[in-house]
Nanobody, 117 residues
Framework: QVPLAESGGGLVQAGGSLRLSCAAS??????MGWFRQTPGKEREFVAV????????DYGDSVKGRFTISRDNVESHMYLQMNSLKPEDTAVYYC????????????WGQGTQVTVSS
């Protein structure tokens, strides 16, 4: 079993919005984040939230457009994506780790986001 499962991806027109969800497998982590990857490109950091404080950081390409949040009751994480651009098209991955820094230990299988012109 994988500890994380993403959902909410799909096809949207430029300027539209999508909300991604990530479900943890029955527990919380020190931090949870979102990454994305397009064929031929390196994995790109999108956002992270530190569970105990709620502090969030974002990649430069999504600042002001994306918002990461958490649900303490259900141990879920969300990524609200607004003002989507074609360059946001990618497979989006949920990630989690028990440490506050370093490489993430747990990954979901990914959900496809496609933004059309």
């Amino acid at each position: 079993q994988v500890p994380l499962a993403e959902s909410g991806g799909g096809l949207v027109q430029a300027g539209g919005s999508l909300r991604l969800s990530c479900a943890a497998s029955g527990r919380t982590f020190s931090r949870m984040g979102w990454f994305r990857q397009t064929p031929g490109k390196e994995r790109e950091f999108v956002a992270v939230i530190y569970w105990s404080t709620g502090r969030a950081d974002y990649g430069d390409s999504v600042k002001g457009r994306f918002t990461i949040s958490r649900d303490n009751v259900e141990s879920h994480m969300y990524l609200q994506m607004n003002s989507l651009k074609p360059e946001d098209t990618a497979v989006y991955y949920c990630a989690a780790d028990d440490d506050l820094v370093g490489v993430y230990a747990y990954w979901g299988q990914g959900t496809q986001v496609t933004v059309s012109s």
